[in-house]
T-cell receptor, first 115, second 112 residues
């Protein structure tokens, strides 16, 4: 059971380049989310999904796209990278169980630098 | 104004000290209150959660929620160097399926 995995661990991009951050989970969790974390700041929600084929915007969605074609995978796409997108990106997943608190599990993060 | 405000720190304490970490919030709809611990260059991991008001204890850690004051706290007794990390408070609504709102984190260093 690998939990939540993210690739790559590190990435350097030039302004205007595009890339996809990969996230996968093997716990059969319905809910998946992408957060970014900037120095001295907490986690800000970018996009989230409540199941395959269903996504929605979070607090800071501009410049990012997501899709959820399978339960396991939730990739995050940067369309045209900007220096303001330099950050650490975390993917998270949680189950959907009624009547109980459902713990959110985080991946190890992807450190992205945009020059 | 942010929905969740966390005492910024950083905090530096000697080993064995009692540590108090605090957050305030403005959204009355929050029902779940979580504390995450994040070691350097790692993802956050859930430390404790509390539903609605009250206290919850787990070993050296105690979480308190005062909904009337919109104030939550995490106490760490007999702090250890291994407790050195960033602590994030987080909150979510009653559905528990919704989005969590995080504080900015407090970095704690426990010196041996």
């Amino acid at each position: 059971n690998a939990g939540v995995t993210q690739t790559p661990k590190f990435q350097v991009l030039k302004t205007g380049q595009s890339m996809t951050l990969q996230c996968a989970q093997d716990m059969n969790h319905e809910y998946m989310s992408w957060y970014r974390q900037d120095p001295g700041m907490g986690l800000r929600l970018i996009h989230y999904s409540v199941g395959a084929g269903i996504t929605d915007q979070g607090e800071v969605p501009n410049g990012y796209n997501v899709s959820r074609s399978t339960t396991e995978d939730f990739p995050l796409r940067l369309l045209s990278a900007a220096p303001s997108q330099t950050s650490v990106y975390f993917c998270a997943s949680r189950p959907r169980l009624a009547g109980a608190y459902n713990e959110q599990f985080f991946g190890p993060g992807t450190r992205l630098t945009v020059l | 104004q942010k929905e969740v405000e966390q005492d910024p720190g950083p905090l530096s304490v000697p080993e064995g000290a009692i540590v108090s970490l605090n957050c305030t919030y403005s959204n009355s709809a929050f029902q779940y209150f979580m504390w995450y611990r994040q070691y350097s260059r790692k993802g956050p991991e859930l430390l404790m959660y509390t539903y609605s008001s009250g206290n919850k204890e787990d070993g050296r850690f105690t979480a308190q929620v005062d909904k009337s004051s919109k104030y939550i706290s995490l106490f760490i007794r007999d702090s250890q160097p291994s407790d050195s990390a960033t602590y994030l408070c987080a909150m979510s609504g009653a559905s528990n399926a919704g989005k969590s709102t995080f504080g900015d984190g407090t970095t704690l260093t426990v010196k041996p």
